[in-house]
């Protein structure tokens, strides 16, 4: 052989050595949903039935993947975001769910919506060991890594909040009477029960009124409460009920003490309805930037938010809080896939989700970060309380946790 | 609110194509079915050995509906509720009291069986859209039932209750997906030869009776209000069986899973595959259970309005449902043979 | 004492609301001797396009009357377009449409208008009478609407020709055509009459609860049970049915214990059934005896 040639073998040789030996430095790793140019992400969100407001959570975060993918990706890999409708039925949700992991091959589950919905996926998912992430429903249940450690939750829980008004009770109103105005069902037990345990037996609930969805109207349940001789009325309900809620309390001539969900404080979607001289005076929790409430009109996040809502889904509701949550959770989303660099496996995925530390997002409330852990599988604690002052929410107090664990 | 139904949609039209009868063609088409039904668990993706299975399930609770509805002409708007209370039945059976899941199914059918029959009796004075109406307000109370406070300790309230699907017995190289849908349709099988014997009976006959003139039918001796009632009965029971199983295949119940959606799902998927047709139910059951998905790839922000328009199509092709439909074209195809 | 009064005014406040829907119902059940499941949607749909006319700056009584000219109109034209085809069809199968009807309309004002709660005006003010919210002014206004339409709808029927041949297509539709009546035009007649008389409930009842694509759904069941416990056959009976329905409902929910609460619609709706077994053509409806 000649000589050239024989060096080149050598080089050829060495080289193939070379890369067979090299260490896993830049190796990428692959589970099922995820290769060099895309990741796939699954979601179920009900997008027709009685839960149908809720869809524009899912509708706000496939706008916001859009944005990702325009703006070149995660780690170059666009985002392929898979949206299901489960009409709010368990059945139809499980349906999706393994439709999601078994024909579609999901890397992962993304906000599904509903406390008795993601009960029915959440043993099938850590079975088949996919992540259930950031589930969009506030029950307290999610935040459980001993039992589920493939299940997290995202927003503060209904049982945390509750805990904060409580303080904030026994506080300033220690004499007070309690009413409770809920829904019959997992959201509204939840914040009962945070309420009652913080509390502590130390104040008097007078009342605990329920009422379903199927009610046309709360008035009767509102006249209920009024008449237990409560001063206090938690207002567990969701935006329809709970505008409905604040008009009757007004047109009653009663004036208690007005907690109300954070579910349903929407300047845009409760307030304005309910009427801004009815909602004076009420008392709620946030965590997010109201996009509605004039105090973010300047705000750089806020415009940011806005330009995004204008190119990438000028369709969406600018006056309802869904869309800055479905866009904040978006964005936790996206931290997490940037943190996974090209290690996307579903176990590591989990893991950089159980590593948030100090996230900033800006549409967030100033001062409040994402911190999760092995044994903290609860992203978002702080809230802190506001007054309605007739035209906008006005923050008060410091940012507060409520931290309570599944 | 009777309806002009031929009490001879059972059988095969008469006539041959290619010299063999219709009748043998019917026969040779059912074994294929039942051939390819055996076999395709094997061939297919674990979900959608899962999305048949429920497809037959709920093809169990219409063919409940249509022996109230379709045979005994008692319009029924309410089978939401006893599919679920069967599969609550199977639930707290397997969740409470450690009971296998196959002896949930009978107790589920017992269970409704009972409830169906008291039900029915009180409905019998109530006609047409007034049985509706009970029957509804049956559907609309069942969710509310199911989360109420006094029945917590077993319903798990709005929590629902989780349940684990059975694996494959004697060790069959089954995985839990497959041996599900076996089951399925072993007890699918046995439901509708049972249907099919009903409805060649004395009995089947009498309930027909009823439906197609009551007084016509009690002037020659039949007892109408035991009838009706038993045929609730067991109505309520073939429904009930189908949501034990339904049950067990999502592994999961909560009052949300049985809302009055359900009923008119079953309604829906009873009408499709036509009134008075047992095979019809299995083209309902698959109707109710892969339209909407395929509605909510055309359009997801217009899903139901899509899915609203195919059945309006539907309807509009096929006025008697499916059943009624097929008959008509084997019936073409075998006048034009001849 | 005051509570049980303020249950039942609120109970005839929230009454008044079934009761307006009822009527439609009725109207409807007069026509073609079926239930319209749709009849809510269709309120819900018209009730949209009178507030997006008030959006577009018409005022609320230009909207009103545009709205209820438009829901006769298409009334007519929803029956002439998707029921005619199939009235040789079997009945389930005309139930069948309705429930697609449902689908589409609900579907399409969620997609149009999206899915947030808006609020809409009322004309009557939300003045609270009697002193300490006993009863608002706009509550009272609804029932004076109410009770109007039914005026209107009995003059129509008892005292019209127009009337009375509806009355004859529906009771007998062989004889009507042998006595020259048009009944397929009769029938859209009633189809045209109940969407309207459904396009003044929806106008009536969004003020109190709230415009949303789902806001008739549950309505609807209780609009139903009253018409269904005071007679499908008499327009008065239908409207006390949504009074008491309503009344019912909010002392069953406030005076039962314990269970009171959690299940007033089931209390409600087992009371209509047990009353549907003592009298099963409703309290106040006739008694339909066919010759054999």
Same mark, same amino acid.
């Given at each position: ?406 | ?34 051939? @390819? ?207 034990? @199983? ?81 008959? @008509? ?10 | ?292």
């Amino acid at each position: 052989m000649r000589n050239d040639q024989h060096w080149m073998t050598v080089a050829l040789a060495l080289a193939i050595a070379a890369v067979a030996v090299s260490p896993a430095v830049a190796q990428k790793k692959y589970d099922p949903g995820a290769n060099d140019s895309e990741i796939k992400i699954g979601n179920i969100m009900p997008y027709s039935g009685p839960a149908s407001a809720y869809g524009e959570i899912g509708k706000t975060q496939a706008a916001y993947f859009r944005k990702v993918n325009a703006e070149g990706g995660v780690n170059g890999r666009k985002i392929n975001f898979i949206s299901y409708d489960d009409g709010y039925s368990p059945p139809k949700t499980v349906e999706q769910a393994r439709k999601l992991v078994e024909s579609d091959e999901v890397l992962l589950i993304f906000q599904s919506l509903g406390t008795a919905h993601n009960t029915a996926i959440q043993r099938y998912m850590n079975a088949k060991k996919v992540p259930q992430l950031f589930v969009a429903t506030g029950a307290t249940k999610w935040n459980d890594p001993q039992h589920f450690s493939w299940t997290m939750g995202w927003q503060p829980s209904y049982q945390s909040e509750a805990r904060i008004y409580a303080e904030y009770l026994l506080k300033n109103h220690a004499q007070g009477k309690i009413g409770v105005l809920y829904q019959n069902d997992d959201y509204g037990k939840d914040y009962l029960k945070g309420l009652k345990d913080g509390l502590n037996g130390k104040m008097r609930v007078v009342a605990e009124v329920p009422y379903e969805t199927t009610d046309p109207t709360v008035d009767s349940q509102v006249i209920n409460v009024k008449a237990s001789g409560a001063d206090i009325i938690f207002n567990v309900a969701t935006p329809k009920f709970a505008a409905q809620a604040i008009k009757k309390i007004v047109e009653l001539g009663w004036n208690p003490l007005h907690l109300l969900n954070n579910v349903s404080n929407s300047v845009g979607s409760v307030l304005k309805p309910a009427g801004f001289d009815n909602a004076k005076g009420v008392l709620s929790t946030a965590y997010l930037k109201d996009p509605t409430d004039p105090t973010w009109k300047d705000d750089p996040a806020y415009k940011k938010w806005s330009a995004f809502m204008d190119k990438y889904y000028p369709d969406g509701d600018k006056t309802s809080t869904f869309t800055v949550y479905g866009y904040l959770a978006a964005q936790t989303l996206v931290a997490v896939l940037k943190q996974s660099g090209d290690n996307l496996t579903r176990e590591n995925v989990m893991k950089q989700a159980a590593s948030l530390k100090n996230l900033e997002l800006d549409m967030l409330l100033p001062g409040s970060r994402i911190n999760t852990g092995p044994n903290d599988f609860a992203p978002i604690k702080q809230m802190q309380m506001e007054r309605f002052n007739g035209e906008r929410w006005e923050l008060f107090g410091p940012l507060m946790s409520g931290d309570v664990g599944g | 609110m009777k309806q002009p139904l031929k009490s001879d949609l059972m059988q095969a039209p008469a006539g041959t194509v290619a010299g063999l009868s219709i009748k043998t063609w019917s026969r040779a088409a059912v074994i294929a079915g039942v051939f @390819l039904a055996l076999l395709l668990p094997l061939a297919i993706k674990d979900f959608l050995v899962f999305q048949l299975t429920l497809a037959l399930i709920y093809a169990v609770a219409i063919l409940g509906l249509n022996l109230l509805t379709g045979f005994n002409g008692q319009f029924s708007l309410g089978h939401s509720a006893f599919y679920g209370i069967g599969a609550y039945t199977a639930a707290i059976l397997m969740d409470q009291a450690d009971v296998a899941y196959y002896w949930t199914l009978p107790a589920a059918g017992a269970a409704c069986f009972i409830v169906g029959f008291l039900f029915g009796l009180p409905a019998l004075r109530l006609e047409g859209l007034y049985l509706a109406l009970a029957t509804f307000a049956l559907a609309i109370a069942m969710p509310q039932l199911l989360k109420s406070t006094p029945l917590e300790p077993w319903t798990g309230g709005v929590q629902g209750i989780v349940i684990l699907k059975p694996d494959a017995p004697f060790g069959l190289p089954l995985n839990s997906d497959q041996w599900l849908y076996y089951f399925t349709i072993l007890t699918a099988a046995l439901m509708y030869a049972g249907a099919v014997n009903l409805a060649r009976s004395r009995t089947g006959r009498a309930i027909m009776a009823i439906r197609d003139n009551p007084i016509a039918a009690s002037a020659m001796g039949v007892d109408v209000a035991l009838y009706k009632s038993l045929t609730f009965g067991v109505s309520a029971l073939y429904t009930g069986v189908a949501g034990a @199983l339904g049950a067990i295949a999502v592994q999961f119940v909560a009052p949300d899973s049985f809302t009055f959606n359900l009923a008119i799902a079953l309604f829906v998927g009873l009408v499709i595959g036509g009134v008075g047709s047992i095979p019809g139910t299995l083209l309902g059951g698959l109707f109710i259970l892969f339209v909407p998905n395929i509605a909510e790839e055309v359009s997801k922000g217009l899903a139901q309005a899509v899915y609203g328009v195919i059945l309006i199509a539907v309807i509009y092709l096929m006025p008697s449902g499916a059943a009624g439909f097929i008959r @008509l074209i084997v019936g073409r195809i075998a006048r034009s043979w001849t | 004492m005051d509570l049980f009064l303020h249950q039942v005014l609120a109970g005839v406040a929230t009454g008044s609301i079934y009761a307006c829907l009822a009527l439609a119902i009725v109207m409807i059940y007069q026509t073609i001797n079926h239930l319209n499941f749709a009849q809510g949607e269709m309120a819900m749909f018209s009730t949209f396009i009178a507030w997006q006319l008030m959006q577009w700056g018409a005022p609320y009584w230009l909207a009103f009357a545009g709205t209820a000219a438009f829901s006769f109109a298409a009334g007519i034209t929803i029956e002439r377009v998707l029921f005619r085809p199939i009235h040789n069809a079997p009945v389930l199968s005309h139930v069948v449409v309705f429930i697609a009807l449902f689908a589409i309309l609900n579907s399409l004002a969620g997609f149009i208008w999206d899915y947030n709660v808006k609020s809409f005006p009322t004309p009557f003010g939300s003045r609270s009478l009697f002193g300490d919210g006993l009863m608002s002014s706009h509550d009272a206004g609804m029932m004076g609407v109410t009770l109007a339409m039914l005026v209107l709808v009995y003059v129509f029927f008892r005292h019209t020709r127009i009337g009375l041949a509806m009355r004859a297509a529906a009771a007998n539709p062989q004889s009507a055509r042998l006595s020259g009546i048009r009944v397929g035009w009769m029938i859209a007649l009633g189809w045209g009459m109940a969407a309207a008389i459904g396009a003044v409930a929806g106008v009536m009842i969004a003020p109190v609860v709230f415009l949303d694509p789902n806001m008739m759904n549950s309505i609807l069941v209780y609009g139903f049970a009253g018409a269904v416990v005071g007679g499908l056959t008499s327009p008065g009976g239908a409207v006390l049915g949504g009074f008491a329905v309503g009344v019912i409902e909010n002392l069953a929910g406030t005076f039962i214990p314990y269970v009171g609460r959690e299940l007033k619609l089931t209390i409600a709706l087992f009371i209509i059934v047990v009353v549907l077994t003592v009298k099963p053509s409703g309290l106040f409806g006739r008694t339909v005896v066919t010759r054999v």
